[in-house]
């Protein structure tokens, strides 16, 4: 609930974001209010979709985890120990 919550008053900032530049280039009241509406209709379709992405790369997580973490300790291996030592 608290999430729920969170989420729709985030909205609101990002509504009039969308729909006061809108109004002020001569788009009307209404309709801009509406385009405003609308980029936050997309954002529980969006979340399902993310969800469902995150159930189907649950099995993947630990060895793209594992990936990561071997880029950054190569990262700091060529980049950061060698630079370090030049000072």
Excluded: C
């Amino acid at each position: 609930r608290n999430l729920a919550l969170g989420i729709g008053i985030q909205n609101f900032p990002e509504g009039l974001a969308v729909s006061l530049p809108l109004h002020g280039a001569g788009i009307s009241t209404w309709k801009a209010f509406w385009y405003g509406q609308l980029s936050g209709m997309v954002e529980p379709v969006a979340g399902i979709v993310g969800a469902i992405a995150v159930v189907l790369a649950e099995p993947l997580l630990p060895y793209a985890l594992a990936f990561a973490a071997g880029a950054m300790v190569y990262v700091v291996m060529d980049d950061i120990i060698p630079e370090a030592q030049t000072r």
